[in-house]
Nanobody
Framework: VQLQASGGGLVQAGGSLRLSCAASRSIFTRMAWYRQTPGKQRELVATITWGGAANYADPVKGRFTISKDNARNTMYLQMTSLKAEDTGVYYC?????????WGQGTLVTVSS
């Protein structure tokens, strides 16, 4: 399985971005977004099941929305009301048959 993350960029605080994660095949397991922010360990941002059930880390609840288009094998992360502390590299990931797969990461920079 190959995952290709895209959509990062530079945005002002309060702005929005939508990240995409394109998979090379259908994913029938849970998918997730993680982020690596400066000075911190990689942290979970949001998860989504095949059926579309979503969960969010507390810092992003109410601001980020995770979704997926199973027909396009693509997962999204709509980020709104961005803050400087959201700056980091965002990774998409999934696990299938006991193997973890990670995308290459996409950089999000929020200027204050």
């Amino acid at each position: 399985v190959q995952l290709q993350a895209s959509g990062g960029g530079l945005v002002q605080a309060g702005g929005s971005l939508r990240l995409s994660c394109a998979a090379s095949r259908s994913i029938f397991t849970r998918m997730a977004w993680y982020r690596q922010t400066p000075g911190k360990q990689r942290e979970l941002v949001a998860t989504i099941t095949w059926g579309g059930a979503a969960n969010y880390a507390d810092p992003v609840k109410g601001r980020f929305t995770i979704s997926k288009d199973n027909a396009r094998n693509t997962m999204y992360l709509q980020m709104t009301s961005l803050k400087a502390e959201d700056t980091g590299v965002y990774y998409c990931t999934t696990s299938m048959f006991g193997v973890d797969y990670w995308g290459q990461g996409t950089l999000v920079t929020v200027s204050s």
